[in-house]
């Protein structure tokens, strides 16, 4: 999308909306007030016609009162004809209590009739008001209706008096088809509720009450506001029209010069720095085309001057290199050489791949200056286009693509010009005692730095190529740095005897898993293991031997455990294992498991004097277990308990195992089956002898031996 385009689409947001929410805001506005007129006849007619029943019903009731005075031992006979030439009624009847028929007047509609002082919500064709006839002595001797029939007059007249459209909803056909439509849209509502038909009305049903004895439908005409939408319409169209037209005109107006801005800036791009745009007025637009002109004359003194500063840089690349080297962040040193070296030789863009030990694949490292590469999945494979070709003779190479070669391959960054060289190991000697002496061979490559495309497009030359071999030769001592500071870091962290972590790192991981664990509310165990007796190991086979079990020992202690597990040799022939989310039942099952490993088969191990046979050394061990957070709140509160259990199991006869704050632990012996917990809380088993509390003073326990304790 273009800028004249977004500046127009701008200018029309902020016109057109305040004119589309205004024609939006009056038309609801005007619907609003519209059918608020409605409501307010509807009411009104609600009103009025029940005003105008309950002048009917008082009507009848005088016409039925009347005929029932005169009716008292046949005084009048012609009451009920009296009441009817009155206009009271257009019915009279009278009955005997005994259901004959006294007398009649008018034409009586067919029953059942609405009673004014009792409606119900079935449909009538009449209205009546009925009243007793009572004789001299107080005796009830008949009774007078007085009816007036529901049809159109009665309805037109109710009409005139409540100024709305009344139709009654009687069984029966209406008068018309809009009368249908009503009187289905007053049969779907409930009573009071207001709908609108499908001709265009808006109908109200009244039930039956006292005063209103009929059930009706009362209608207007819906409001009509679809002239004044038209209108709004209209106004809109227009004002968008004139709104489009200046919109486009002052976005031709503003982008014109940055059109010429624009492709002035692509010359410069391409390297004409004597590129230059007119300046036509003095607002913002001219000045920044004077800011421009200005620029490009500066921009060609600072390449001279930056030319010149090259050689300069070159010389500070070796004391750059001597700070580089005493830094162990692999990855912060091949950004800060990758930096600098395309800074000394103007490459526009840059990458360091390194060989992975494993595979021998190149891996991308770091880039710069690299647009819809993602460093971090660039893979190639030794012999593989330019970087790879590199990797595979140990040789630099430096040229044009489509001139010297070689064939980028598809994962290779695009480029023009190109200057790639090695990264190899130092050629004198091993650097961290690790390597085989180099001897004839030449050093291994160990990765790949390239630079790709200097500003200006020059080619790379012969200055570049040896300033890009003493960063890489930088980089090559970088890592070995790495690596022997790496390897000095695991060395410290692990026992060389058994190849167990050792006591350092117990504390680190122990502070680390307590702090999961409690972060996440879950559970570690921590096992203190200890070999039975082993000085006497010692005394009678010697060191050596002793040592043998240690590895041994060892060995078998990391085949049973899991992977997320920690092992750790705390110091002789005390050892430590840490269970991340392991609760006290799933620590018993693996020392159950773990002592019947080692009590499984002895330790056999090879005499160094000649033709001495081999020795089968039995071994034991004893187990003490806590769990975080039951037995502890920190991490050296869990070790602790876990030290006393492990008392309790050596008192407990040894070859066992005991759980802090258990009642009596589980026996190691042959033939042991599964553990669980008891009633009491502690862990059992088959062999229950030796039984100890773990949680009584340590002054009532065994000390605790070092090494065959």
């Given at each position: 999308?273009?800028?004249?385009?977004?500046?127009?689409?701008?200018?029309?947001?902020?016109?057109l909306?305040p004119?589309?929410?205004?024609?939006?805001?009056?038309?609801?506005?005007?619907?609003?007030?519209?059918?608020?007129?409605?409501?307010?006849?509807l009411?009104a007619?609600?009103?009025?016609?029940?005003?105008?029943?309950?002048v009917?019903?008082?009507?009848?009731?005088?016409?039925?009162e009347t005929?029932?005075?005169l009716?008292?031992?046949?005084?009048?006979?012609?009451?009920?004809?009296n009441?009817?030439?009155?206009?009271?009624?257009?019915?009279v009847?009278?009955?005997?209590?005994?259901?004959?028929l006294?007398?009649?007047?008018?034409?009586?509609?067919?029953?059942?009739?609405?009673?004014?002082?009792?409606?119900?919500?079935?449909?009538?064709?009449?209205i009546?008001a009925?009243?007793?006839?009572?004789?001299a002595?107080?005796?009830?001797?008949?009774?007078?209706?007085?009816?007036?029939?529901v049809d159109?007059?009665?309805?037109?007249?109710?009409?005139?008096?409540?100024?709305?459209?009344?139709?009654?909803?009687a069984?029966?056909?209406?008068p018309?088809?809009?009368?249908?439509?009503?009187?289905?849209?007053?049969?779907?509502?409930?009573?009071?509720?207001?709908?609108?038909?499908?001709?265009g009305?808006?109908?109200?049903?009244?039930?039956?009450?006292?005063?209103?004895?009929l059930?009706?439908?009362?209608?207007?005409?819906a409001?009509?506001?679809q002239?004044?939408?038209a209108?709004?319409v209209?106004?809109?169209v227009c004002?968008?029209?004139?709104?489009?037209?200046?919109?486009?005109?002052?976005?031709?107006?503003?982008?014109?010069?940055?059109?010429?801005?624009?492709?002035?800036?692509?010359?410069?791009?391409?390297?004409d720095?004597?590129?230059r745009v007119?300046?036509?007025?003095?607002?913002e637009?001219?000045r920044?085309?004077?800011?421009?002109?200005?620029?490009t004359?500066?921009?060609?003194?600072?390449?001279?001057?930056?030319?010149?500063s090259?050689?300069q840089?070159?010389?500070?690349?070796?004391?750059?290199?001597?700070?580089?080297?005493?830094?162990?962040?692999?990855?912060?040193?091949?950004?800060v050489?990758?930096?600098?070296?395309?800074?000394a030789?103007?490459?526009?863009?840059?990458?360091v791949?390194?060989a992975?030990?494993?595979?021998?694949?190149?891996?991308?490292?770091?880039?710069?200056?690299?647009?819809?590469i993602?460093?971090?999945?660039?893979?190639?494979?030794?012999?593989?286009?330019?970087?790879?070709?590199v990797?595979?003779?140990?040789?630099?190479?430096?040229?044009?693509?489509?001139?010297?070669?070689p064939?980028?391959?598809p994962?290779?960054?695009?480029?023009?010009?190109?200057v790639?060289?090695?990264?190899?190991?130092?050629?004198?000697?091993?650097?961290?005692?690790?390597?085989?002496?180099?001897?004839?061979r030449?050093?291994?490559?160990?990765?790949?730095?390239?630079?790709?495309?200097?500003?200006g497009?020059?080619e790379?030359?012969?200055?570049?190529?040896?300033?890009?071999?003493?960063?890489?030769?930088?980089?090559a001592?970088?890592?070995?740095?790495?690596?022997?500071h790496?390897?000095?870091q695991?060395l410290?962290?692990?026992?060389?005897?058994?190849?167990?972590?050792?006591?350092?790192?117990?504390?680190?991981?122990?502070?680390?898993?307590?702090?999961?664990?409690?972060r996440f509310?879950?559970?570690?165990?921590?096992?203190?293991?200890?070999?039975d007796?082993?000085?006497?190991?010692n005394?009678t086979?010697?060191?050596?031997?002793?040592d043998?079990?240690?590895a041994?020992?060892?060995?078998?202690?990391?085949a049973?455990?899991?992977?997320?597990?920690?092992?750790?040799?705390?110091?002789?022939?005390?050892?430590?294992?840490?269970?991340?989310?392991t609760?006290?039942a799933?620590?018993?099952?693996?020392?159950?498991?773990?002592?019947a490993a080692?009590?499984?088969?002895?330790?056999?191990?090879?005499?160094?004097?000649?033709?001495?046979?081999?020795?089968?050394i039995?071994?034991?061990v004893?187990?003490?277990?806590?769990?975080?957070?039951?037995?502890?709140?920190?991490?050296?509160?869990?070790?602790?308990?876990?030290?006393?259990?492990?008392?309790?199991?050596?008192?407990?006869g040894?070859?066992t195992?005991?759980?802090?704050?258990?009642?009596?632990?589980?026996s190691?012996?042959?033939?042991d089956?599964?553990?669980?917990?008891?009633?009491?809380?502690?862990?059992t088993s088959?062999k229950?002898?030796?039984?100890?509390?773990?949680?009584a003073?340590?002054?009532?326990?065994?000390?605790?031996?070092?090494?065959?304790?």
């Open positions: 999308m273009t800028l004249r385009a977004r500046l127009t689409a701008a200018f029309l947001a902020v016109v909306g004119v589309l929410l205004g024609a939006v805001f009056v038309g609801i506005a005007v619907a609003a007030v519209s059918d608020r007129r409605a409501a307010e006849r009411d007619g609600t009103d009025n016609l029940r005003a105008a029943l309950a009917t019903c008082q009507r009848l009731r005088l016409a039925a005929t029932a005075l009716s008292v031992d046949g005084a009048r006979p012609d009451a009920a004809q009441a009817i030439s009155r206009g009271l009624a257009r019915a009847e009278v009955i005997r209590t005994d259901g004959l006294l007398t009649t007047a008018g034409d009586l509609p067919s029953k059942p009739w609405a009673d004014c002082a009792a409606p119900t919500p079935a449909a009538y064709g009449a009546s009925a009243v007793d006839i009572i004789d002595g107080g005796r009830r001797i008949g009774r007078a209706y007085a009816v007036e029939p159109s007059t009665l309805l037109g007249w109710l009409a005139e008096a409540s100024g709305v459209r009344i139709n009654s909803l069984e029966g056909p209406q018309s088809a809009e009368d249908n439509g009503i009187a289905a849209t007053a049969r779907g509502l409930v009573a009071g509720a207001t709908g609108a038909s499908t001709d009305r808006l109908v109200r049903r009244l039930d039956p009450q006292p005063g209103q004895p059930m009706l439908a009362i209608s207007v005409p409001p009509e506001t002239g004044l939408y209108v709004l209209a106004v809109v004002a968008g029209l004139v709104a489009v037209s200046v919109a486009w005109w002052l976005a031709r107006s503003t982008t014109h010069p940055l059109t010429e801005l624009a492709q002035a800036v692509e010359r410069v791009a391409g390297g720095l004597s590129a007119p300046v036509r007025s003095p607002d637009v001219g920044l085309g004077q800011t421009f002109n200005r620029m004359r500066e921009m060609q003194g600072y390449v001279q001057a930056l030319t010149a090259r050689d840089l070159r010389g500070q690349l070796g004391v750059l290199g001597d700070t580089l080297s005493s830094t162990h962040d692999l990855h912060r040193i091949l950004q050489i990758l930096q600098t070296a395309t800074a030789t103007g490459a526009q863009s840059g990458v791949l390194m992975d030990p494993g595979s021998g694949e190149l891996c991308g490292q770091v880039a710069e200056g690299l647009a819809g993602d460093v971090g999945e660039l893979r190639l494979q030794p012999g593989e286009g330019l970087l790879g070709a990797a595979a003779s140990g040789e630099p190479l430096r040229g044009r693509v489509e001139r010297d070669g064939v980028l391959s994962g290779e960054p695009r480029c023009v010009t190109y790639a060289v090695p990264i190899a190991a130092p050629a004198v000697g091993p650097t961290t005692g690790l390597e085989l002496p180099l001897g004839d030449p050093p291994a490559t160990r990765g790949v730095l390239a630079l790709y495309d200097r500003h497009f020059d790379f030359d012969d200055a570049d190529l040896i300033t890009l071999r003493t960063f890489a030769g930088q980089a001592v970088a890592v070995d740095n790495v690596r022997v790496e390897e000095a695991r410290s962290l692990t026992d060389p005897l058994t190849g167990l972590s050792n006591y350092r790192y117990l504390r680190e991981s122990l502070r680390r898993e307590v702090e999961r664990a409690s509310g879950r559970t570690l165990a921590a096992l203190a293991l200890d070999l007796r082993f000085k006497e190991v005394d086979y010697g060191h050596a031997a002793g043998a079990v240690l041994e020992f060892a060995r078998r202690l990391r049973e455990i899991r992977e997320v597990d920690f092992a750790f040799r705390q110091g002789g022939e005390e050892f430590v294992v840490l269970l991340p989310e609760d006290a799933g620590a018993a099952v693996l020392a159950e498991r773990l002592g080692v009590r499984r088969s002895p330790v056999i191990v090879v005499s160094s004097m000649p033709g001495q046979a081999p020795r089968r039995p071994v034991t004893s187990i003490g277990i806590a769990v975080f957070p039951a037995h502890g709140a920190t991490g050296a509160a869990v070790l602790e308990a876990a030290d006393d259990a492990l008392y309790a199991a050596k008192a407990g040894r070859d195992y005991r759980v802090a704050g258990a009642s009596a632990g589980a190691a012996g042959a033939g089956g599964p553990v669980a917990p008891d009633v009491a809380g502690a862990v088959a229950g002898s030796g039984e100890v509390t773990p949680g003073p340590k002054a009532a326990q065994p000390p605790r031996q070092s090494r065959g304790g």
